[in-house]
Nanobody, 120 residues
């Protein structure tokens, strides 16, 4: 079993910055990818950013140039630096990890989420 623990959410003013962290622990053979999704009330969950163990990244078009995803492989931790935040980006941000098991299958795990509120 794998546990994902997020931190770093909170209240920030429009234009402000936040840094989210997600630490993975448990039975991890290797990672396929780790990333962040978000879900606003009444909306579908959407990919924000993802990163592979070798550092390849994928961003939603809406966050390119403002958000940066990074990871510390030694700590099994992924970070999301969010700059120039907008009110419409208020959402629960969820950590996602696709773990490669010892049998080479891929299992997906989710964190419980951390709330980011962008408001005056």
């Amino acid at each position: 079993q794998v546990q994902l623990v997020e931190s770093g959410g909170g209240l920030v003013q429009p234009g402000g910055s936040l840094r989210l962290s997600c630490a993975a622990s448990g039975s991890i053979f290797s990672f396929n990818s780790m990333g962040w999704y978000r879900q606003a009330p009444g909306k579908q969950r959407e990919l924000v950013a993802a990163i592979t163990p070798v550092g390849s990244t994928n961003y939603a078009d809406s966050v390119k140039g403002r958000f940066t995803i990074s990871r510390d492989n030694a700590k099994n931790t992924v970070y999301l630096q969010m700059n120039s935040l907008k009110p419409e980006e208020t959402a629960v941000y969820l950590c996602n990890a696709r773990i490669v098991t010892i049998t080479s299958s891929i299992v997906e795990y989710w964190g419980k989420g951390t709330l980011v509120t962008v408001s005056l």
